[in-house]
């Protein structure tokens, strides 16, 4: 089965050229902890060399997109350029686009505030030692985002020249504008002014926290709703408990002290760093506990989560009678043929005679008008703004489709009822067990066969309560062998299908519909000629964002129905009371 993931790691910006450039997905690296969105699992993944491909972007375009966000056109950034997969990871650039969002990229990215790739990659793998190994991986799509996923995935080279437009940048490395084509800056890191005094407040912040901090560990983040597959959260950069270094590598006391004593830049940003993330909440005096998730880890709002009322029930009558579609509310006349006085054939023939005059009858045929129906929801902004649009209509939309099938089911059921309808063989009496019942039927479907237009019925629709009395019939007075069994029948002239699905009697299928009423209600069963009833719909038109406000709009559905009972004589009720 395949996995979306997404991981980040580090790149390169170039604003002249408005490019972002970098490793997009480590090889050989072990990734922080990925939740699965389905299941809820979390696993840490990890990528080989040869093992994951990349598309030729010359003719699938990768897209860039902010923060996983591939729903909001704005947030579409940048497309690739260049994808090649090389020994120690595939490495990327892509070209931002020319518009507010993709200026304030390359602006945050020049800054260092966006500093980290994230792969979107569909693939599949297999487990080893708690990690997921990738068996075949490809590239499926890449985000800039804030937080890294891979262990010391940081920004290794930022260099900015003059900027287009007659704008000047100035080098994040050494605030020098660089002449045009130089990239790389060959000013040295000025020793960081830090004093042991500072060193001495930094340490007494951190040794308050280092409880704390083992437990925000082991918090796990949830996956936003705009997010990928699954999100990958970095481990902090220093660990403050257990014997094991952090899988950064780099120690805090060690960076502190080389900061301080020794001016290392790169030890002094990563201190920096460091307490801008973690030291800058204000945690109340007690310990963190359980208690405290709630307000590190609040509720999110998640429609994809959601369960329609119900799966769309089966529409048994409708399914049988559709004969099309109709796509506007203009009536249409529907002619019947005169069955009973029709007079048409052959006989024998005398020569010279004329062959006698029959006769083609017509009766008053039905103009059939379509009827409209139609419904309405009113969606909040709060609403979509916290679940997404499309999600909340998708959920909004599936329950329309519900309710429009068993609006179907039930006109359909309600146009047949209303026919005058004569009865198959002989009335059940009243209070009959399913065995007397059985028998009834089965006489009144051999009946049939010696009507001149029998063979025509095809299909039966059981009411609930003569349905459950034959499924639960038996042959006999000792109650052993069912009337229609299940499994391996002998000598039976019928059986149920799996789950009771339907009856065969004698051949004849018997469906479960619960449109024809419920228990002690309406108690009459169908047996019917598929072309005696016809209905049509014209299928759901979406109306969306129907009189749009401030506070939120309507999403609206709209469609014809039509029916008509074609021919009273391609139908039978079998009446079954099971009360005495």
Partial sequence: MSETVTFETTFAVDQESRTLSGVL???????????????????????????VTVPDVDEIAVVLNYGHDNETLAAQVGIATHLEAKPDGV?????????????????????????????????????????????????DGAAVVLKPAFPGAHITSVAASAAQEENTMECTKC?????????????????????????????????????????????????????????????????????????????????????????DAAAFARVQEFTGQYLAPTFADQPTTTADTA????????????????????????????????????????SKLDRANTDIGIADHTEGVDPE??????????????????GKVHITREVADQGGNPVVSGLVWYDFERSFKVALEARTAALIQAATIA??????????????????????????QFLADGYRFQRAFGHVDLYKALAGATKGDDNADKLYPIINPENATGQAASKWAHLNIGGYGMYPAASLGATDVN??????????????????????????????????????????????????????????
């Fill in 295 to 334: 307000a590190l880890n609040p509720s999110q709002y998640r429609p994809d989560m959601f369960l329609g009322q119900a799966p769309i029930p089966a529409s048994p009558l409708y399914d049988f009678f559709y004969k099309g579609t109709r796509t506007d509310v203009t009536p249409f006349f529907w």
């Fill in 91 to 139: 490495h990327a650039k892509f070209r931002i686009a020319r518009t507010p969002e993709g200026d304030r990229v390359l602006a945050l990215a020049e800054d260092r505030i966006l500093r980290f790739f994230s792969a979107e990659v569909l693939g599949e793998f297999d487990d080893k030692d708690g990690v997921r190994h990738s068996r075949s991986a490809a590239v």
């Fill in 523 to 580: 108690q009459k069963s169908i047996v019917a000629d598929p072309t005696a009833v016809h209905v049509w719909n014209s299928g759901l038109t979406r109306l969306d964002k129907l009189q749009e406000s401030v506070e939120g709009w309507d999403l609206g559905v709209f469609a014809y129905w039509a029916g008509i009972v074609y021919d009273a004589t391609g139908l039978r009720k079998i009446t079954f009371d099971k009360s005495a």
């Fill in 175 to 263: 605030s020098k504008v660089h002449a045009e084509g130089v990239t790389e800056c060959a000013t040295q890191a000025v020793a960081a002014a830090f004093t042991k005094a500072d060193g001495d407040q930094l340490m007494e912040q951190v040794q308050g926290l280092s409880e704390k901090l083992a437990e925000l560990e082991k918090i796990k983040i949830p996956v936003g709703p705009g997010a990928a597959q699954f999100h990958v959260t970095e481990e902090p950069i220093y660990r403050f408990a257990g014997t094991e270094p952090a899988p950064s590598g780099h120690d805090f006391a060690t960076d502190l002290l080389a900061a301080a004593r020794d001016g």
């Fill in 357 to 374: 005059d029959r006769d083609l009858v017509t009766v008053v045929g039905d103009t059939v008008t379509p009827k409209p129906v139609s």
């Fill in 25 to 51: 997905l480590p090889f050989g690296v072990t990734s922080g902890p990925a939740r699965d969105r389905v299941s809820g699992k979390v696993s840490r993944y990890q990528f080989a060399a040869g093992t």
């Fill in 423 to 448: 009865e198959l063989g002989t009335a059940i009496p009243a209070g009959s067990t399913g065995t007397v019942a059985g028998a009834a039927v089965e006489d009144g479907l051999i009946g049939l």
